[in-house]
Each structure stands twice: as structure tokens, then as C-alpha cells.
T-cell receptor, first 115, second 112 residues
Framework: AQSVTQLGSHVSVSEGALVLLRCNYSSSVPPYLFWYVQYPNQGLQLLLK??????LVKGINGFEAEFKKSETSFHLTKPSAHMSDAAEYFCAVTLRGTSYGKLTFGQGTILTVHP | DSGVTQTPKHLITATGQRVTLRCSPR?????VYWYQQSLDQGLQFLIQ???????AKGNILERFSAQQFPDLHSELNLSSLELGDSALYFC???????????FGSGTRLTVV
């Protein structure tokens, strides 16, 4: 079984500031980890994913995340926030070795960017 | 356009009614997943199909059912609708899972 906890349902930053969205997971086997973004009235778009290999993964729009097994974390960061980053972000996990397995999502974090 | 097509985009119906949501997966993807997104429950996995066969079930009510057809499109049937069924319903597809899951833009269901 797997679960995801996103710390902070709302995060507010100023434009140009660091964005840090926190995600911790629980998994009985090594996981695959994902971050998705959802803009208002739209579907979910894949930002980045960790499967194997390098633990620091880079995604679209300048986002990156680091898989830390010892901390069971997969936090999402962006060095400098832009107004267009305002959206809801979801961390998700699926179990490695279960091809085509379902995604389990966290509760989401709404990112607000102030001018 | 993600390549996953969901119809209709919006649906308003009365309690007790039955509706069908349709999903066409990305070309080549054999696996289809249905999710329900609501304010109180977040994103909940409902059901998964792989190449026409049910692969996994999540928090899907008995009033809900789904199927995947030979052309790989999938339909989610919701019956005896209640006010609490109002939500966004997403379909996602994947080829391998490892490469990521592609989501459609969703169907917003409003039960009145």
C-alpha cells in the first residue's frame, strides 16, 4: 500500500522568491514519484517524475525535485517564482514493479504568487 | 491537447438519473484509469482497465460501473445519482506507467 502527504494545503510566495512544496510518501516497496500541476478548470499536467537513476530530477517550467529515500520525501522546488506558477500542485506515487499501477495522490497544495 | 479526450466537458443532471462519461486514451496506451476529484475527498482512484479487462478497483461506489471497449475507449457509468456525486471526473492513460500518466481535461458533473 502507498500514501502521500503534502505538507501545507496553501503556500504563498512573492514573485521571484523560492518555491518549496513538500511531499512525503509511504510505500511498502520502492516507489515511482510524480508531481502534477493543475491550473484552474484544467486537467493535470505532468511536471516531473522520478523512476530510477539520478535522485534530482528536473521538470518543465524550471521545477525540480529530489528523491530522498532516507527521508521518504520528494519535495518540489523552483528557484524563482513566476506569476504563471499559481496553480494547484499534486504529488503522487505508484509502486515500482507494478506496471500500470494506479497513482495515489496527495491532497494538493495551492500555490499563490504575489507581485 | 494531452491526447486523452474526455466527453462531455460539462454535465448537469438531476438526482436519481444515470449518466455516461466517455474517455479516449492516448494513442497506443492500453491502460485507462478513472479518478474522481472533489473538494472534500481530493483525487480518488476509482477503477483501472488494461486492454479491456478490469485491473484494479478503488473507492468506486456500487452505483458506478465502467468498461473498456475493443477500440480501447472507456466509459464510466454513474447511476442513481446523488448530490454528493457532483465532482470532476478524470480519465488518465499510460503505456507503461513508468513514463507517466496522461490526464484528460475532465468532465465536470453537477447533480441538482
Amino acid at each position: 500500500a502507498q500514501s502521500v502527504t503534502q505538507l501545507g494545503s496553501h503556500v504563498s510566495v512573492s514573485e521571484g522568491a523560492l518555491v518549496l512544496l513538500r511531499c512525503n510518501y509511504s510505500s511498502s516497496v520502492p516507489p515511482y514519484l510524480f508531481w502534477y500541476v493543475q491550473y484552474p478548470n484544467q486537467g493535470l499536467q505532468l511536471l516531473l517524475k522520478y523512476t530510477t537513476g539520478a535522485t534530482l530530477v528536473k521538470g518543465i517550467n524550471g521545477f525540480e525535485a529530489e528523491f530522498k529515500k532516507s527521508e521518504t520525501s520528494f519535495h518540489l522546488t523552483k528557484p524563482s517564482a513566476h506569476m504563471s506558477d499559481a496553480a494547484e500542485y499534486f504529488c503522487a506515487v505508484t509502486l515500482r514493479g507494478t506496471s500500470y499501477g494506479k497513482l495515489t495522490f496527495g491532497q494538493g497544495t495551492i500555490l499563490t504568487v504575489h507581485p | 491537447d494531452s491526447g486523452v479526450t474526455q466527453t462531455p466537458k460539462h454535465l448537469i443532471t438531476a438526482t436519481g438519473q444515470r449518466v455516461t462519461l466517455r474517455c479516449s486514451p492516448r494513442s497506443g496506451d492500453l491502460s485507462v484509469y478513472w479518478y474522481q476529484q472533489s473538494l472534500d475527498q481530493g483525487l480518488q482512484f476509482l477503477i483501472q482497465y488494461y486492454n479491456g479487462e478490469e485491473r484494479a478497483k478503488g473507492n468506486i461506489l456500487e452505483r458506478f460501473s465502467a468498461q473498456q471497449f475493443p477500440d480501447l475507449h472507456s466509459e464510466l457509468n454513474l447511476s442513481s445519482l446523488e448530490l454528493g456525486d457532483s465532482a470532476l471526473y478524470f480519465c488518465a492513460s499510460t503505456a507503461t506507467g513508468v513514463g507517466g500518466y496522461t490526464f484528460g481535461s475532465g468532465t465536470r458533473l453537477t447533480v441538482v
